[in-house]
């Protein structure tokens, strides 16, 4: 994997353990950096863009900031849901999803909300891309489209079209109503994810010349490059592809080149000529030819793609497959691990893969496929024979088996660079790049000079001699490095090998006094002429629980010799993680064995005793356990007790009846110290009882969210909530009180509407309240008790048979972040709504069309965060045309444009409504530029931008445009200028500072279907919207021009500026789009330029 330095900014512990939830919905930049994390602090709610997550269940998942909200999808009006924040990640699970979760047939990632927005599978992409393994056919009107077959797993990959996503879920589920049909029983669906790609002096440092001298260079080999491509004009590469296929061309805009650099630089580590340099930069194989599969693009490596890639590597007959890419690892086999196994084994294909770049996170990191049995995990060094920081450390997840398992250089390294990678510099042939990604190549380069030596060789053996050769580093252990660093030279002579390379002695359960001793076999095979002997010896931490059966060996030519390893876990040493390695040396040879062993640390067994509130046992609950350093356990019915290691536990368990009754239990405080029974009896809960004193109610959604917060550095909140009709219970397990947690309670009351349900409901009641010390164990409250205030709403419409969810998240004090979920209505429509004044509030709007169980977007409006006094609020309209930026009404804490230190922070809400909610759509195309000084510095998709840039105060300007299919709105371009130096990092809101722009909208009289009433001349308020908490020179002028034509021809109309504001004179034809372009110029000679086609 190559190395990419992390942007900081992951939201706080304390942030992202504030979260409430109502029962019923952090972008990260793309690249090639890992993003596995689970504790971290840095500046909470800082994102207030609204992404909007479809999940396989047709329901969508909304996160702005710190909130979230869930739309239901059509048809799933009675489905609850839980929602869990651990360190970054933002988990939804509807109800009906548990069983199928509990039973392994769906992946959960497909649930992993912050995943998923970083994958890039939010609104911005249509579909949801899939992989099916199993049996089962897809109903016809799915609306999946299927790849070709991936024979290897017996799979094919799947993109499901997001507004049909509700008749999938019925296949899945074994619910079609038209057909009572089981169409995917038995199925598994996987999410197809992304992973992420993670030479003078290296080159020689593992041997390569010694080799070239020998005759060894590759010559005859064929090795796989699957990456980002690779520069075919290169003149290190010319001639060397033999062979290639885009597997990522369905991806839009993306050709057969290398637009990254990665693939390039890595194909030139294992086969380059070094033509550009002289030689110089000569790669690992020289003489091998090459096969490039591109399946990454610059945002990632999609699953499918790699899987196809693999599959294509090996029919092609690739003596080794480079994979300098990965992602998280799990104790489970996915499908690209088992596409390495299979492959391996039908094929006789070495992969060699990157073991990751997460080392800075600890033990356990090493990615996937790189766990794979029979992958070659690589880790990374450096030219100094040091392991370098970054490289994922083991042992595996799941089984402590050793990994990653050799390693070689990964730091600086120079290799060919694509000459339209982004990565590399115009002009410049070579790049230093670092990575787990450039010590992979090495380690497959070696592996072809080993294949043109000795072609009839399995992967295997292949894999056995490069690790039995391999250097160990002083000091490392074998779960940093595995059998030490790549050794060529070693390498081509070694006759002795290991036939199990590694020996992983697993875990060993605590306590340990009565461990009993762990044994392997360590077979040593001579494939020389004449007798080796060994002397061995063991090196590495926790020597004392080592011991061998000798302490030399001798091994005949042509055979075996075989010596025990025992591991004693009884040896009084701390718990924890030892290995490192057995080295046998002789007159001109080592060899070297990786070992490890895990020492549990104290830790008891944990039953659990779930109980419903009819007094049996209840099958139908999931239960969280959450330790203080941020262990995570999630227990379903199919589970009665578990391992874990001894200390304090947070633990919450929601438990379902089958009258609808939903009960919530927290143990705030469970320390296990010994093997103990927890009972969670929904009996204990009592109800959670909410009224409004705006008046009778005939049902609600009941909603508490409990945050745990045992340190600076980590946090966790769990969400879950019930309906007032059917009840929802609550209940704290023990008595006693704790500092560290606290719950949010939230309410959601409303007057049914026509249909006796709260489609259309006339009346909306509000409030929220925080309970410190621990979790309620029932609760009553009245709306109003503290005021209550009154508001009355409109929601326009703009598209045809258009439906708006609106949302409002209740926070108890103005820094909480909340749950809401979305309630259906009809449009257009009048509503009161109802808060109580104790409480802050931030209100969002939905415009969609359902089809098919899914959800089309047309807009998706936020407000600012309110608190409103008692009696009477003014009047809100949602929706109103025309649609465009606007930046009065930041969602969060960071405004629009925002600075802080040497960054900019820019996400423009392009397609606010009239009155200035902040709007993010779904767009059919959209772009966004930053010049500094009238130099492009930045451009990209979308319509925001992270950039760092110079400290010195320079002239600014951003462009964002944004096409979309609808109504109105159909084109909005903005263009604005502005001033921007350094700011300090460290001063008020985390740092961040709104930038002085300025925003200019519309604010005609239109109906509530957004039409305006035909007149020869109508005078139209224009709004100006500046950030708050910045001081913005006032524009000094504003020119306005309209067209009727979709922008063929433009005529300038009259403006006025009027003690109340400024005024446009603008035409309203009956039939007419009306669009306008406008362009302003501040006191201090900054400019604003806006143009909306199809305004209203």
């Given at each position: 994997m190559l190395r990419i330095q992390r942007g900081g900014g992951r939201l706080a512990a304390a942030a992202l353990a504030v979260l409430v939830l109502g029962g019923g919905s952090v972008v990260a930049q793309p690249g090639f950096a890992s993003s596995t994390v689970s504790h971290t602090s840095a500046q909470p709610g800082r994102d207030a863009t609204t992404r909007l997550v479809t999940l396989i269940t047709g329901d969508v998942v909304q996160i702005t900031g710190k909130n979230v909200a869930v739309l239901r999808?059509?048809?799933?009006?009675?489905?609850?849901?839980?929602?869990?924040?651990?360190?970054?990640?933002?988990?939804?699970?509807?109800?009906?999803?548990?069983?199928?979760?509990?039973?392994?047939?769906?992946?959960?990632?497909?649930?992993?909300?912050?995943?998923?927005?970083?994958?890039?599978?939010?609104?911005?992409?249509?579909?949801?891309?899939?992989?099916?393994?199993?049996?089962?056919?897809?109903?016809?009107?799915?609306?999946?489209?299927?790849?070709?077959?991936?024979?290897?797993?017996?799979?094919?990959?799947?993109?499901?079209?997001?507004?049909?996503?509700?008749?999938?879920?019925?296949?899945?589920?074994?619910?079609?109503?038209?057909?009572?049909?089981?169409?995917?029983?038995g199925a598994k669906v996987w999410l197809d994810g992304v992973r992420k790609p993670t030479l003078d002096v290296s080159v020689p440092l593992?041997?390569?010349?010694?080799?070239?001298?020998?005759?060894?260079?590759?010559q005859g080999v064929t090795v796989a490059v699957l990456d980002t491509g690779i520069d075919l004009t290169h003149p290190?590469?010319?001639?060397?592809?033999?062979?290639?296929?885009?597997?990522?061309?369905?991806?839009?805009?993306?050709?057969?080149?290398?637009?990254?650099?990665?693939?390039?630089?890595?194909?030139?580590?294992?086969?380059?000529?070094?033509?550009?340099?002289?030689?110089?930069?000569?790669?690992?194989?020289?003489?091998?030819?090459?096969?490039?599969?591109?399946?990454?693009?610059?945002?990632?490596?999609?699953?499918?793609?790699?899987?196809?890639?693999?599959?294509?590597?090996?029919?092609?007959?690739?003596?080794?497959?480079?994979?300098?890419?990965?992602?998280?690892?799990?104790?489970?086999?996915?499908?690209?691990?088992?596409?390495?196994?299979?492959?391996?084994?039908?094929?006789?294909?070495?992969?060699?893969?990157?073991?990751?770049?997460?080392?800075?996170?600890?033990d356990r990191t090493v990615g996937s496929p790189a766990s794979a049995d029979a992958a070659l995990a690589v880790a990374a060094t450096s030219k100094t024979d040091e392991l370098a920081p970054f490289s994922s450390r083991g042992p595996r997840a799941g089984d402590a088996a050793v990994k990653p398992e050799i390693s070689a250089p990964g730091v600086d390294i120079v290799a060919a660079c694509s000459s339209v990678g982004f990565l590399c510099t115009p002009g410049d042939p070579y790049a230093t790049l670092s990575g787990t990604s450039m010590a992979t190549p090495h380690t497959?380069?070696?592996?072809?000079?080993?294949?043109?030596?000795?072609?009839?060789?399995?992967?295997?053996?292949?894999?056995?001699?490069?690790?039995?050769?391999?250097?160990?580093?002083?000091?490392?252990?074998?779960?940093?490095?595995?059998?030490?660093?790549?050794?060529l030279a070693r390498a081509i002579g070694q006759t002795i090998t290991v036939t199990e390379p590694s020996v992983s002695f697993g875990t060993a359960v605590w306590p340990h006094g009565d461990d009993t001793p762990i044994t392997k076999a360590v077979n040593y095979h001579n494939s020389g002429a004449a007798d080796v002997t060994l002397q061995l010896a063991v090196r590495g931490t926790g020597l004392a629980m080592f011991s061998l059966s000798a302490t030399s060996v001798t091994v005949p030519a042509g055979g075996t010799a075989?010596?025990?390893?025992?591991?004693?876990?009884?040896?009084?040493?701390?718990?924890?993680?030892?290995?490192?390695?057995?080295?046998?040396?002789?007159?001109?040879?080592?060899?070297?064995?990786?070992?490890?062993?895990?020492?549990?640390?104290?830790?008891?067994?944990?039953?659990?005793?779930?109980?419903?509130?009819?007094?049996?046992p209840s099958g139908q609950h999931v239960t969280d356990l959450v330790s203080e350093n941020g262990a995570h356990f999630t227990v379903g019915s199919d589970v009665t007790s578990l391992r874990v290691p001894a200390g304090r536990y947070f633990v919450t368990s929601t438990i379902w009846a089958e009258d609808g009754a939903t009960t919530t239990l927290v143990d705030a405080k469970l320390v296990l110290d010994r093997d103990k029974t927890e009972t969670l009896d929904a009996r204990i809960g009592q109800p959670i009882k909410i009224t409004s004193a705006g008046g009778t109610v005939d049902d609600g959604e009941l909603t508490t969210n409990v945050s745990f917060l045992p340190s600076a550095n980590f946090g966790y909140s769990f969400a879950a909530g019930g309906y007032l009709s059917s009840g929802y219970y609550t209940g704290q397990v023990t008595d006693t009180p704790v500092t560290d947690v606290y719950t949010n309670v939230s309410a959601l009351l409303w007057r049914n509407g026509p249909e006796g349900d709260v489609v259309d409901a006339p009346a909306l009641h509000y409030g929220a309240w925080r309970v410190d010390g621990g979790f309620p164990t029932g609760f009553t409250r009245q709306i109003g008790s503290a005021g209550l205030a009154t508001e009355k709403v409109v929601h326009r419409r703009h598209m045809p048979d258009?439906?708006?969810?609106?949302?409002?998240?209740?926070?108890?004090?103005?820094?909480?972040?909340?749950?809401?979920?979305?309630?259906?209505?009809?449009?257009?429509?009048?509503?009161?709504?109802?808060?109580?004044?104790?409480?802050?509030?931030?209100?969002?709007?939905?415009?969609?069309?359902?089809?098919?169980?899914?959800?089309?977007?047309?807009?998706?409006?936020?407000?600012?965060?309110?608190?409103?006094?008692?009696?009477?609020?003014?009047?809100?309209?949602?929706?109103?045309?025309?649609?465009?930026?606007?930046?009065?009404?930041?969602?969060?804490?960071?405004?629009?444009?925002?600075?802080?230190?040497?960054?900019?922070?820019?996400?423009?809400?392009?397609?606010?409504?009239?009155?200035?909610?902040?709007?993010?759509?779904?767009?059919?195309?959209?772009?966004?530029?930053?010049?500094?000084?009238?130099?492009?510095?930045?451009?990209?998709?979308?319509?925001?931008?992270?950039?760092?840039?110079?400290?010195?105060?320079?002239?600014?300007?951003?462009?964002?445009?944004?096409?979309?299919?609808?109504?109105?709105?159909?084109?909005?371009?903005?263009?604005w200028t502005f001033r921007s130096g350094h700011t300090d990092p460290d001063g008020p809101d985390y740092g961040f500072v709104r930038v002085p722009v300025t925003s200019v909208g519309f604010a005609p009289d239109l109906s509530e279907d957004n039409y305006a009433a035909p007149a020869p001349i109508a005078m139209v308020p224009i709004v100006v919207g500046t950030q708050p908490g910045i001081v913005t020179a006032p524009l000094t002028r504003l020119d306005v021009q309209v067209s009727t034509d979709d922008g063929a021809r433009w005529t300038t109309v009259h403006v006025v500026r009027t003690a109340h504001g400024w005024y446009a004179f603008l035409p309203q034809k009956a039939g007419t789009f009306i669009s306008l372009k406008v362009r302003g110029i501040d006191a201090g000679g900054h400019t604003v330029d806006e143009t909306l086609l199809r305004a209203y």
């Open positions: 999808g059509a048809g799933r009006e009675h489905v609850t849901f839980t929602m869990s924040r651990r360190g970054d990640h933002v988990t939804v699970i509807p109800s009906d999803a548990r069983p199928l979760l509990q039973a392994g047939r769906l992946d959960a990632r497909l649930f992993d909300v912050t995943s998923l927005i970083d994958f890039g599978y939010d609104q911005r992409r249509p579909d949801l891309p899939l992989i099916m393994t199993g049996p089962g056919t897809p109903p016809a009107d799915a609306g999946l489209k299927l790849g070709k077959p991936l024979t290897s797993i017996q799979g094919r990959p799947a993109k499901a079209d997001k507004k049909q996503l509700g008749v999938l879920w019925q296949g899945l589920t074994g619910h079609d109503r038209r057909t009572a049909a089981k169409p995917l029983a593992i041997g390569a010349p010694t080799a070239w001298q020998s005759g060894w260079t590759g290190d590469l010319a001639g060397k592809v033999v062979s290639s296929v885009n597997f990522a061309a369905e991806y839009p805009d993306e050709d057969d080149r290398d637009h990254v650099g990665h693939g390039t630089h890595v194909a030139s580590t294992i086969a380059g000529s070094g033509a550009a340099s002289g030689g110089r930069y000569k790669g690992v194989a020289p003489d091998a030819k090459l096969l490039n599969g591109k399946v990454c693009v610059e945002f990632g490596c999609a699953e499918s793609w790699i899987l196809a890639g693999m599959q294509w590597a090996a029919e092609q007959g690739a003596d080794v497959v480079n994979l300098s890419l990965g992602g998280t690892d799990t104790p489970d086999v996915d499908p690209l691990e088992q596409a390495v196994n299979d492959l391996t084994a039908q094929y006789g294909t070495l992969f060699v893969i990157a073991a990751g770049n997460d080392g800075e996170f600890g497959a380069g070696a592996a072809a000079l080993l294949v043109q030596q000795h072609p009839q060789w399995t992967p295997a053996r292949l894999k056995a001699t490069l690790m039995a050769s391999a250097k160990p580093l002083d000091g490392v252990g074998a779960y940093g490095q595995g059998a030490g660093r790549v050794d075989t010596v025990t390893f025992t591991a004693d876990t009884r040896v009084d040493v701390p718990d924890g993680l030892y290995s490192g390695q057995l080295v046998g040396t002789a007159d001109g040879v080592s060899v070297s064995v990786p070992f490890g062993v895990e020492r549990e640390a104290e830790s008891y067994t944990l039953t659990l005793d779930t109980i419903g509130r009819d007094g049996v258009a439906v708006g969810y609106a949302y409002t998240f209740a926070l108890p004090t103005k820094d909480d972040g909340a749950w809401a979920s979305g309630v259906p209505s009809q449009l257009p429509l009048h509503r009161t709504v109802y808060y109580d004044t104790a409480a802050y509030y931030q209100s969002g709007l939905d415009e969609v069309v359902e089809a098919q169980g899914g959800l089309t977007f047309g807009a998706s409006l936020i407000g600012a965060v309110k608190h409103y006094p008692a009696g009477q609020a003014p009047a809100t309209t949602w929706n109103g045309a025309p649609y465009g930026p606007s930046f009065a009404n930041p969602p969060g804490l960071v405004g629009p444009v925002s600075r802080r230190g040497d960054e900019l922070f820019i996400d423009v809400p392009v397609v606010s409504d009239a009155a200035g909610h902040a709007g993010y759509g779904m767009y059919s195309s959209a772009s966004i530029r930053l010049y500094r000084d009238g130099q492009l510095i930045a451009e990209q998709p979308g319509t925001s931008l992270r950039e760092t840039v110079p400290a010195e105060a320079a002239e600014y300007r951003l462009e964002v445009r944004m096409t979309r299919d609808a109504r109105l709105g159909t084109a909005v371009a903005g263009a």
